[in-house]
């Protein structure tokens, strides 16, 4: 819960420093957790286990925002700025989750994180046991924190609505892009039984 309560705080500040209606505030901290809920239940259902991924949860909870906002009659865009900013700081803290459990790894190096049998126990592949890998993780949760501390700046600036929503998709885009490059773990969900427990570990971190 630590990403969302940053992200959280950083929202209602940005909306309270820059004369922002109440409602506003309400929706774009409030409702993207119900967004997020309804991504990974719908997912659980249909797969029969809890798998959490992240442009899913993420794209959820911004277009449960994005729609809130509309039915209030608020601006749909000075909305989404908010929600990309409550992201991006929920990412942050999530990757460092994410970093703690061994999932979303990267690739074998000289140097970098080892990992041992107890993550083996939640999926990670034993046979990297012991080996150095890219903290690909923490790369992208720094990249994350960037972003949200762009995005704020660039509501508490009082740029046009939207710009901070696409500074942000393009900026993760980017982001996402490189980190792939360096993931190794393209077959980490591994068997069905293993898999809910790695879920409940990186929410544990969150």
């Known amino acids: 819960m630590t990403g969302y309560i940053v992200g959280a705080t950083v929202v209602g500040a940005s909306a309270v420093l820059t004369d922002g209606p109440l409602l506003e505030r309400l929706l774009a901290i409030t409702i993207p957790a119900f967004g997020f809920w309804f991504a990974v239940s719908i997912t659980r259902t249909i797969l029969g286990f809890e798998q959490i991924v992240f442009y899913e949860a993420a794209g959820a909870a911004w277009a449960a925002t994005l729609v809130a906002g509309l039915v209030a009659g608020l601006?749909?865009?000075?909305?989404?700025?908010?929600v990309v900013v409550l992201?991006?700081?929920f990412n942050t803290f999530g990757r460092i989750g994410c970093y703690h459990v061994a999932c979303c790894h990267g690739r074998p190096a000289r140097f970098g994180v080892r990992y041992g049998h107890e993550h083996a126990r939640l999926g990670f592949p034993r046979r990297w046991v012991g080996r150095a890998l890219v903290p690909i993780q923490l790369a992208e949760s720094v990249a994350s924190a960037g972003l949200a501390l762009a995005g704020a700046a660039v509501v508490l600036a009082g740029t046009r609505s939207g710009?901070?929503?696409?500074?942000?998709?393009?900026?993760?885009a980017l982001v996402r892009f490189a980190c792939e490059l360096a993931r190794?773990?393209?077959?980490f969900i591994g068997h069905a039984g293993e898999a809910p427990r790695d879920a409940r570990e990186v929410l544990h971190q969150l």
């Open 75 to 82: 601006d749909p865009w000075r909305v989404s700025d908010l």
């Open 87 to 89: 992201i991006a700081s």
């Open 163 to 172: 710009t901070a929503t696409i500074a942000f998709v393009d900026g993760y």
């Open 184 to 187: 190794g773990d393209a077959a």
